[in-house]
């Protein structure tokens, strides 16, 4: 049923999208008032339980649905935040188990269709998608060519193992076409270990990447310090950086005057190391600063990766930070959404290292790029600071 | 006769507490064993195995298990993302239910643990399942969603990028749970009802992947015993109050036992600390050479046993502390062993279960087990088997 809809989605979308209406007009399973009300008391659950007791109830509403409901419950996703979107699923997948419990079929066009309208939740959309495999797998997974660069990272990475996978089939024998396969994958991978896998593909088969500039590190810094760290205490401590950055001030470290100086970060995985132009100490506390200069005005985030305990100011605000040291680090470990201005724009980061003396410790360095919600390097962006060093943050 | 009254007090407080009910890390006392209960007298692939079902995803958490049902938590996708919580019937392995979520905390995480870390626990009407993320679940007994909390939307420094592990302890109507890290440290109680605060409670800011435990003293109130790298706080579970507080130390990994109104803990060693109604505890004895590692202690009649990770079981007598005798098991070890009657059910990391009778002078091993996977997690037991899962598959072995 499925590869009909993939044969000509949007007619199939649009007669779908009417089916699904009809029946949501004139199914007698629910008074639509309801259940309307129902999904927004639950849609207004929040932080530290809020809304639990009147969500507790609605929930209880969508969980007598048909599965009539279950698109417009899905639909409801698009406007709930992370954790609406958990009860939201939920009730969903109650009202399915007892539908199947009857013996009723799974609404396959509704929730297809539901699937292929890209402008629904990321998340519901995986769902469904999920939902479907369960019983329509062969059906479903045969979608999956159209959705390489899918706004679902979850639908777009298995979009993607298909192409790898083919990619690594023909590497034997038909290198460029494994190559193009590969450079097709890479153009939509946004997973770090998809793109390694791909990177790696290449590799064998001649091919180099310049990884910088995929994954979009921000490598061009000034740094200043060593300040003071000792017990820890200079996390909290508001050194003169935090109060205003001028590129060409002397300050008192933690052992004698510091100055900015340039760090430029030529590793592959962008990572900035301190310890190359401060040395290799304990207890200390370090400021990254720089520049980025973007065209137009546009929602950003900014994806670090740090072991070690950090603050970060975009444009003079605080955006976060996080006093853990030495738990380990990856790619885009936090993601912080920021709002990016046409022109300049400013990124403090504030670097603590702590007493610790295990080989595992020495590490005092961190990881950065922009990107957008789905992790694409926002281009065209420039990072550093121009001459003359002069700056306030 | 304090015995008898604790015990006849835990039955009234946990009706669900009888040998057909694992509702909780380690067992209804934290401490790797139930009365009423046996092992198998031998392991067999053959004739052993009652049933075995794969599981969609990882997880070191142990099954629970409520009457005819077992519950399982996992995680999958590529970054652990995708949080389940499965129910399959305990006769035959058929699954029943299986929830999904999507967490909404960081899943980063050592690759040797996983995000369904923690055990999930029931007061016997309702199922809650705490992950790594900090996404608390409550469910009722039929998979119907009551209540979802996410710890890390609320606090949003409430994490460690090695992974949390910490399970969860229910009574009186409060969820306990301890959320410690190396920064925004807390423990919390929690309505079962609805999933709001009773209390929350500033906690050592130091990495902590230990759980927590019920005491239930000799009047018959209970508490909860909150263990850090610090010691032990016994808070009271409706209000969070802090009724003492041992501060001796203890592991940040391995957790305290509990056999009437003793609890052990991995302390300089072992410490067997007394609580009663009001006061510190009393300290009945310490013991450095029962020293745990990763899995806790295990309370096997008038014995207990520690392990270290390396394989190194270690006998103690439960009165007083002194070790009878050691046993080496073909190690490593992270999951801690269950016990029944004299016998001991060890799995070690690469998933091969060793049947130990601790009755013996020296300990011996009566039989072996190969899984062939990979198993973290700690097994469970009822009067009808013994359930033990890896990041693929769930066994449920013969009595």
Redesign the interface.
Known sequence: MLRQLESNRLQSLGACLAVSLSLLMASPCFAQGTLTEAIQQIQAVSREAQGHELAQKALKVLASQSGDAVPEILASMDKANPLARNWLRSSVESILQREQSENKPLPVVPLGTFLLDVRHSPEARAFVFDILSQSESAQVKSLLPGMLNDPSMDLRRAAIQGVLDQAVAKAGSQKDAAALLYQQALTCARDVDQIEAIVTGLKTLGHKTDLPRLFGWISKWKVVGPFDNTKREGFDRVFPPEKEVNLSAEYDGKTGKVRWTDLASADDYGKVDVNLPLGKLKETIAYCYTEIRVDRAQPAELRLGCKNAWKIWFNGQLVFGRDEYHRGAEIDQYKMPVELKAGKNTVLVKLGQNEQKEDWTIEWEFQLRVTDAQGTPITPLRAGVPAPLTASH | MKQLFTLVSLAALMPWATAAHWTQFRGPSSNGTMPGTELPSTLSKENGIAWQIDLPGRGLSSPIVLNDRVYVSCSS??KQEKLHVICFQASDGRKV??????A?G?T?C?EKTSVAAPTPTSDGERIFALFSSN?LVCLDLQ????????LT??Y??AS???GMSSSLVVTEGVLGAQIE???ESFSAGFDVK????LWKLDRP?M?NWCSPTVLTTSGGKTLFGLQSGKGVTAVEPRTGRIVWDYKDGASPVSSSAVSGSVLYAPSQGLTALEFSDSGEPKQLWRAGQLRPGTPSPVVVGDKILVMNDGGVLTCGELATGKRLWQLRLKGPFSATPVAAGNRLLAVNEKGLAQLVDVSKPEGEVLSELDLAQTVLGTPSLTADGVYIRSDARLWKLRR
């Open positions: 996708g590529p239910w299986e929830r999904t979520f999507r909404t960081r980063m050592h996404d998979g119907n969603l009551q209540w979802f909390r996410g939307q609320d949003p420094n460690n990028s090695l890290n190396d920064s609805d999933g709001r605060n800011k990495a």
